[in-house]
């Protein structure tokens, strides 16, 4: 599960911006310019989506989430479609401040959503008048639209995937804020700072967007295989030694790569690694090396 600069050169994804629109911070990452457009030096992007790869794989295998957030129109369908294969979570279409540094007022409303959302299921709404369902339709729609892709997020997770960094900014922010590890997507007009996996490459092409965004599930869809045959073989060795499951979440470490994961815990439990067993053994694999 690796890239190759020919899959990447045919995807586009070494197209900056224009000479005079560029971040200078991008500066290392800059093979050179031609007609006025930057072209990416792909074989540091390369590199660097293997190093952002591997990230992701440990960290997810050791109970993290993966948040992925792309709100500019190209990548909106690729990152909902990507974190769905996965059975992760998205936001594509705008960025709510507080988010992740106000969890708990958001995940209030998406328990509305929630909620409102069974009763019309249900059939619930079937007494109120059509101007009445009409209202409370568009208002549940509204909140999908917003908190759809993370109706199902009980926890603050601990890598972030951002396309294009500066369009993200708030997102980035926050998740610095928390102390995430942050993966992202980012062309030359950015500003590198605050990302610990960086991928220099092209965050407008669709093709470019859903290469990276692929390989980047991809890995993470292998974490979550991986975290479930870790669960597996501890409850073998707990039914062995006599012992029975513990109860409540599980205390693991987090994977060693990245400023985030460093001596941080976060809980999982034994149905969260069941779930996510379940939705990788749906999912299918994808190789994103070959055309």
């Not at 369902?133 to 208002?139: F, H, Q, R, T, V």
């Not at 610990?196 to 599930?217: E, F, H, K, Q, V």
Request: charged letters at 30%.
């Amino acid at each position: 599960m690796s890239a190759d600069i020919k899959t990447l050169l045919e995807a586009g994804v070494h197209f900056g911006h224009q000479t005079s629109r560029w971040n200078p911070k991008m500066k290392p990452y800059i093979y050179g310019a031609r007609n006025g457009i930057h072209i990416i030096d792909l074989d540091q992007t390369v590199t660097m989506l293997d190093a952002a790869c591997k990230a992701v794989t440990d960290a997810v295998s050791h109970g993290s989430d993966i948040l992925f957030v792309g709100t500019k129109k190209q990548a909106q369908d690729i990152v909902r479609e990507q974190a769905e294969r996965i059975g992760q979570y998205f936001v594509n279409y705008r960025w709510l401040g507080g988010m992740l540094t106000n969890f708990k007022t958001i995940k209030k409303s998406i328990d509305y959503l929630n909620n409102m959302t069974k009763k019309r299921e249900a059939g619930e709404f079937e007494k109120f008048t059509k101007k009445e369902a009409s209202l409370i339709n568009k208002e549940i729609d509204k909140l999908e639209e917003t908190r759809g892709g993370i109706r199902n997020m009980t926890k603050i997770p601990g890598v972030i995937f951002l396309v294009d960094p500066k369009n993200e900014h708030i997102a980035l922010k926050e998740a610095r804020t928390l102390g995430l590890t942050v993966i992202a997507l980012a062309d030359s007009n950015c500003d590198p700072d605050g990302v610990d996996y960086l991928i220099p490459g092209n965050d407008d092409a669709i093709r470019a967007i859903s290469i990276i965004t692929t390989m980047i599930a991809e890995a993470a869809r292998v974490g979550l295989e991986k975290r479930a045959a870790i669960m597996r073989e501890e409850d073998a060795s707990r039914k062995a030694r006599g012992e029975k499951a513990p109860k409540g979440p599980i205390e693991r470490k987090i994977g060693s790569k990245g400023k985030a994961y460093v001596g941080k815990t976060e809980s999982i439990s034994k149905e969260e690694a069941e779930g996510f067993a379940s939705a990788s053994a749906t999912a299918p694999s994808t190789d994103t090396t070959t055309n």
